[in-house]
Each structure stands twice: as C-alpha cells, then as structure tokens.
C-alpha cells in the first residue's frame, strides 16, 4: 500500500496533502500568538515560554521587525521562522534598492505565502512549520493591516486573529468583544485574548505595538504586568456588579 504521507507532491485518494497537514499540527503545538489592529494601531502578542536560568531572554524573540513599517509574529517550529524572515528581510531590502519605495504589508504577505506554497510542491523539501501574523502600515496611505498566512501558502486580511496553541479559544473571544478601538484599548484587547490560554499573567506574555510614527516598539515586562493588573481588576469589578444586584433582593 502507498504511503501518501511520505511525500509531500502526493495527493492521497481523498485528495489530502498529509505533510501539508502535519505542519499545520505543528502549528497547532506552537506557542500562542494574536494580532489585533486598530484604527490607529496594530498589535501583536506571543506567549512567552519560561527561560532558562542562566539564559539572556532578549536572544529570544518571537515578534521581529521585517521593515521600519512591518513586524512578523509566528506560532511553530522557530528555526523555519528564522529562515522565513531573513528571506521575507531581504525581499524588503531588494524592493526598496529595486523601486526605491518601501514594500506593501500585502505585497510582502504575498511574498512570504508565496515561498510557504512553493514549499508544499517541491521535491526534496518539507513544509515551513509554522503559521505568521504579519502587521504593519501601508507606506502610502498610511492604513494599518493585518495579516495571516499559514503553512500551504494561503494568506487573508483580518481584523483581529489569532494563531497556535489553542488558537480557537481566542478567536472565539475575539469574535465576541472585538470593535474598532485606538490606543492603549487595543493592546488590552491582545493581551486579555492572551490571558484566555496563558497562564501566570504577564510574566509569560510578550507585546508589541507598531504605530505609524513611531513604528515597532516592544513593551516592557512592567508595562504588561500594568495591564494585566488593570485588566483582572476590570473584571473583579465586573463580577462584583453582577452579584451586587442579588445581594440586594
């Protein structure tokens, strides 16, 4: 009997790409990661596994900066993604020498979901495991974006999503609390998303805010823990007016 999952240019008889599926699972296994945007800025977050004692966290980094005005966070294997990013770091660099204008955030979406693709039909090669969130804002009119692709190379604009180990849980909370917010509102979209599935609030949290004048920025652990802090009281509070009105009667 054929193994269909062996390789990766093999449809099975049902019509699956079973290593195309496999990387998937692999994203799946991954770390976390959400991507909102707002009106006028984009925010990416990462659950952030524990170091190591004696290791310096900041070689660690699962939100990089592509360009001035674009920034990648990825859920999967992280030596695919180091790859993947010098190759999308060049095509952005080329562009600019090329047409002396900055990449698009779709042009080097395209870009990057391209190379997935080319990945899942070549002979003697094996799927890039990992999923993006790809964000930044167009040079041009100035718009954020957000996008995602994933390991067969398809890629669509979203306004908030969400990647990785249980990805499904926070696209849920982000379908139910999502509107368009600006500023600080944003980042404590992302990071509560995050806390629906990290534990031990935000010392396992990694964030990123780009914004159209000051680009990629990340925050420090003492900001996050400020917004974890406000967040958990919102909701404590929250929880007491719901019980106030029973106390009453």
């Known amino acids: 009997m054929a193994r269909y999952d062996?390789?990766?240019?093999?449809?099975s008889p049902d019509g699956h790409l079973f290593q195309v599926e496999y990387a998937l699972e692999a994203v799946r296994k991954g770390n976390a990661a959400v991507g909102v945007r707002g009106t006028d800025i984009?925010?990416?977050?990462?659950?952030?596994?524990?170091?190591?004692?004696l290791q310096d966290s900041r070689s660690v980094r699962k939100i990089v900066s592509l360009d001035d005005h674009i920034a990648l966070a990825c859920a999967g294997?992280?030596?695919?993604a180091r790859v993947l990013v010098n190759r999308a770091r060049i095509?952005?660099?080329?562009?600019?020498?090329?047409?002396?204008?900055?990449?698009?955030?779709?042009?080097?979406?395209?870009?990057?979901?391209?190379?997935q693709q080319k990945?899942?039909?070549?002979?003697?090669?094996?799927?890039?495991?990992l999923s993006t969130l790809i964000v930044g804002f167009d040079p041009y009119t100035g718009v954020p974006s957000l996008y995602q692709t994933d390991p067969s190379g398809t890629f669509s604009a979203w306004k908030a999503n969400a990647t990785g180990r249980n990805s499904n849980s926070m696209r849920e909370f982000l379908e139910k609390n999502y509107k368009e917010t600006s500023g600080q509102e944003t980042v404590?979209?992302?990071?509560?998303?995050?806390l629906e599935v990290v534990e031990s609030g935000g010392k396992n949290i990694e964030?990123?805010?780009?914004?159209?004048?000051?680009?990629?920025?990340q925050l420090e652990e003492a900001e996050i823990d400020a917004i974890v802090t406000e967040i958990e009281a919102e909701k404590e509070a929250a929880e007491a007016a719901k019980k106030g009105p029973l106390k009453e009667s």
């Open 6 to 11: 062996r390789a990766i240019t093999v449809f």
């Open 188 to 194: 404590k979209l992302a990071i509560r998303a995050l």
């Open 119 to 129: 990945y899942t039909q070549s002979g003697g090669v094996r799927p890039f495991g």
């Open 207 to 217: 964030v990123a805010v780009m914004t159209k004048e000051h680009g990629l920025r």
């Open 77 to 80: 294997l992280k030596a695919d």
């Open 91 to 115: 095509e952005c660099q080329s562009h600019r020498l090329t047409v002396e204008d900055p990449v698009t955030v779709e042009y080097i979406t395209r870009y990057i979901a391209g190379l």
């Open 42 to 53: 984009v925010v990416l977050g990462v659950e952030k596994k524990s170091a190591a004692k």
